[in-house]
Protein backbone atom coordinates (compact mmCIF):
# COMPACT_ATOMS: atom_id res chain seq x y z
CA UNK A 1 0.00 0.00 0.00
CA UNK A 2 1.35 3.64 -0.62
CA UNK A 3 -0.41 6.83 -0.48
CA UNK A 4 0.38 9.86 -2.27
CA UNK A 5 2.76 11.71 0.34
CA UNK A 6 5.24 9.35 -0.96
CA UNK A 7 5.20 7.01 2.57
CA UNK A 8 4.88 3.39 2.18
CA UNK A 9 3.09 1.27 4.70
CA UNK A 10 4.67 -2.02 5.57
CA UNK A 11 3.79 -4.95 7.29
CA UNK A 12 0.44 -6.58 7.82
CA UNK A 13 -1.70 -7.27 10.76
CA UNK A 14 -1.15 -5.20 14.13
CA UNK A 15 1.82 -3.57 13.62
CA UNK A 16 2.13 -1.19 11.00
CA UNK A 17 5.31 0.33 9.84
CA UNK A 18 5.53 3.40 7.75
CA UNK A 19 8.90 4.38 6.04
CA UNK A 20 9.75 6.90 3.65
CA UNK A 21 10.60 6.72 0.42
CA UNK A 22 13.78 8.86 -0.39
CA UNK A 23 13.10 9.64 -3.89
CA UNK A 24 9.40 9.11 -4.80
CA UNK A 25 9.52 10.42 -8.59
CA UNK A 26 12.83 8.69 -9.72
CA UNK A 27 13.28 7.38 -13.32
CA UNK A 28 12.69 3.83 -13.36
CA UNK A 29 14.81 1.70 -16.07
CA UNK A 30 12.10 1.56 -18.69
CA UNK A 31 11.16 5.39 -18.68
CA UNK A 32 14.05 6.44 -21.14
CA UNK A 33 14.41 6.33 -24.92
CA UNK A 34 14.97 3.14 -26.67
CA UNK A 35 17.46 2.98 -29.64
CA UNK A 36 14.22 2.57 -32.04
CA UNK A 37 12.73 5.33 -30.77
CA UNK A 38 15.75 7.81 -31.33
CA UNK A 39 16.35 6.59 -34.54
CA UNK A 40 12.50 7.78 -35.36
CA UNK A 41 12.76 10.98 -34.14
CA UNK A 42 16.36 11.09 -36.36
CA UNK A 43 14.64 10.12 -39.05
CA UNK A 44 11.54 12.59 -38.58
CA UNK A 45 14.03 15.39 -38.48
CA UNK A 46 15.96 14.44 -41.48
CA UNK A 47 12.60 13.59 -43.39
CA UNK A 48 11.52 17.93 -42.59
CA UNK A 49 15.18 18.94 -43.12
CA UNK A 50 15.50 17.63 -46.66
CA UNK A 51 11.88 18.76 -47.26
CA UNK A 52 13.44 22.40 -46.48
CA UNK A 53 16.37 22.18 -48.52
CA UNK A 54 14.55 22.61 -51.89
CA UNK A 55 11.95 24.90 -50.75
CA UNK A 56 15.65 27.56 -49.96
CA UNK A 57 17.07 26.87 -53.23
CA UNK A 58 13.66 27.99 -54.72
CA UNK A 59 13.85 31.12 -53.01
CA UNK A 60 17.33 31.90 -53.59
CA UNK A 61 16.73 31.20 -57.05
CA UNK A 62 13.36 33.58 -56.92
CA UNK A 63 15.49 36.28 -55.40
CA UNK A 64 18.39 36.18 -57.63
CA UNK A 65 15.78 36.28 -60.92
CA UNK A 66 14.25 39.67 -58.66
CA UNK A 67 17.68 41.26 -58.92
CA UNK A 68 18.00 40.40 -62.11
CA UNK A 69 14.81 42.20 -63.78
CA UNK A 70 15.34 45.15 -61.62
CA UNK A 71 19.26 45.79 -62.69
CA UNK A 72 18.19 44.86 -66.91
CA UNK A 73 15.01 47.38 -65.93
CA UNK A 74 17.46 50.12 -64.44
CA UNK A 75 20.33 50.10 -67.70
CA UNK A 76 17.63 50.31 -70.11
CA UNK A 77 16.00 52.60 -68.41
CA UNK A 78 19.41 55.01 -68.31
CA UNK A 79 19.75 53.79 -71.93
CA UNK A 80 16.00 55.41 -72.75
CA UNK A 81 17.52 58.43 -70.74
CA UNK A 82 20.45 58.60 -72.72
CA UNK A 83 18.49 58.43 -76.09
CA UNK A 84 15.89 61.09 -74.86
CA UNK A 85 19.09 63.41 -73.93
CA UNK A 86 20.32 62.49 -77.48
CA UNK A 87 17.36 63.46 -79.28
CA UNK A 88 17.14 66.59 -77.07
CA UNK A 89 19.99 68.14 -78.38
CA UNK A 90 21.57 68.18 -75.08
CA UNK A 91 25.03 66.50 -76.31
CA UNK A 92 27.44 65.39 -79.41
CA UNK A 93 26.58 62.43 -80.85
CA UNK A 94 27.86 60.05 -83.35
CA UNK A 95 26.09 60.46 -86.76
CA UNK A 96 25.97 56.66 -87.03
CA UNK A 97 24.54 56.01 -83.13
CA UNK A 98 21.10 56.73 -83.82
CA UNK A 99 21.08 58.60 -80.36
CA UNK A 100 22.13 55.61 -78.45
CA UNK A 101 24.76 55.08 -75.93
CA UNK A 102 28.31 53.30 -77.82
CA UNK A 103 28.51 50.74 -73.98
CA UNK A 104 27.26 50.79 -70.72
CA UNK A 105 30.42 52.80 -69.45
CA UNK A 106 29.21 55.87 -71.35
CA UNK A 107 26.11 55.94 -69.19
CA UNK A 108 28.43 55.42 -66.00
CA UNK A 109 31.04 58.07 -67.02
CA UNK A 110 28.52 60.60 -68.01
CA UNK A 111 28.68 62.98 -71.17
CA UNK A 112 29.04 66.43 -71.35
CA UNK A 113 26.27 68.34 -71.48
CA UNK A 114 26.38 71.33 -75.09
CA UNK A 115 24.54 73.84 -72.73
CA UNK A 116 26.69 73.93 -69.89
CA UNK A 117 30.22 73.72 -69.96
CA UNK A 118 31.80 71.58 -68.00
CA UNK A 119 29.03 69.79 -66.74
CA UNK A 120 28.42 66.08 -67.11
CA UNK A 121 25.47 63.99 -67.05
CA UNK A 122 25.39 60.62 -65.76
CA UNK A 123 23.08 58.14 -66.16
CA UNK A 124 24.46 54.92 -64.30
CA UNK A 125 25.75 55.59 -60.90
CA UNK A 126 27.53 52.00 -61.70
CA UNK A 127 27.29 49.02 -63.86
CA UNK A 128 25.07 45.99 -62.09
CA UNK A 129 26.83 42.56 -61.35
CA UNK A 130 24.63 40.36 -63.17
CA UNK A 131 23.17 38.31 -60.59
CA UNK A 132 23.11 35.15 -62.92
CA UNK A 133 26.83 35.38 -63.95
CA UNK A 134 28.37 37.58 -60.60
CA UNK A 135 29.91 39.83 -63.00
CA UNK A 136 29.51 42.76 -65.16
CA UNK A 137 30.07 41.84 -68.06
CA UNK A 138 26.54 42.11 -69.79
CA UNK A 139 25.37 40.97 -73.09
CA UNK A 140 24.84 43.61 -75.63
CA UNK A 141 22.62 44.58 -78.44
CA UNK A 142 22.25 47.38 -81.16
CA UNK A 143 20.34 48.43 -84.02
CA UNK A 144 22.63 46.96 -86.67
CA UNK A 145 22.83 43.86 -85.11
CA UNK A 146 20.04 41.24 -86.24
CA UNK A 147 17.59 40.36 -83.96
CA UNK A 148 18.58 36.92 -83.43
CA UNK A 149 21.99 37.54 -83.14
CA UNK A 150 24.00 36.78 -80.01
CA UNK A 151 27.01 38.63 -80.76
CA UNK A 152 27.04 42.65 -80.64
CA UNK A 153 28.10 45.00 -83.90
CA UNK A 154 29.81 47.35 -81.58
CA UNK A 155 28.00 50.53 -82.94
CA UNK A 156 25.95 51.20 -80.23
CA UNK A 157 24.14 49.87 -77.18
CA UNK A 158 20.01 49.49 -77.76
CA UNK A 159 19.23 46.55 -75.45
CA UNK A 160 21.11 44.68 -73.03
CA UNK A 161 20.61 41.13 -71.51
CA UNK A 162 22.15 38.61 -69.48
CA UNK A 163 24.89 36.15 -70.62
CA UNK A 164 24.08 33.36 -68.55
CA UNK A 165 22.77 30.23 -70.21
CA UNK A 166 20.31 29.33 -67.42
CA UNK A 167 16.84 29.19 -67.50
CA UNK A 168 14.50 30.77 -65.22
CA UNK A 169 11.59 29.11 -62.89
CA UNK A 170 8.97 30.37 -65.70
CA UNK A 171 10.81 28.08 -68.31
CA UNK A 172 12.43 31.15 -70.20
CA UNK A 173 16.46 31.08 -70.75
CA UNK A 174 17.61 34.08 -69.10
CA UNK A 175 19.47 35.79 -72.11
CA UNK A 176 16.12 36.80 -73.60
CA UNK A 177 15.02 38.86 -70.72
Not at 102 to 115: F, I, K, N, S
Request: charged fraction near 25%; glycine fraction near 8%.
Amino acid sequence: MSSKSGCRVQGSGRRVRYTLNPKPYTLHPQSGLTLVELIICVAIVALLASAAIPIARFQVKRTKERELRRDLWEMRDAIDHYKDAADKGAFQIKADSLGYPPDLQTLVDGVEVTAAQGKKVKFLRRIPVDPMTNNTDWGLRSNQDDTDSDSFGGQNVFDVHSKSTGTALDGTKYSTW
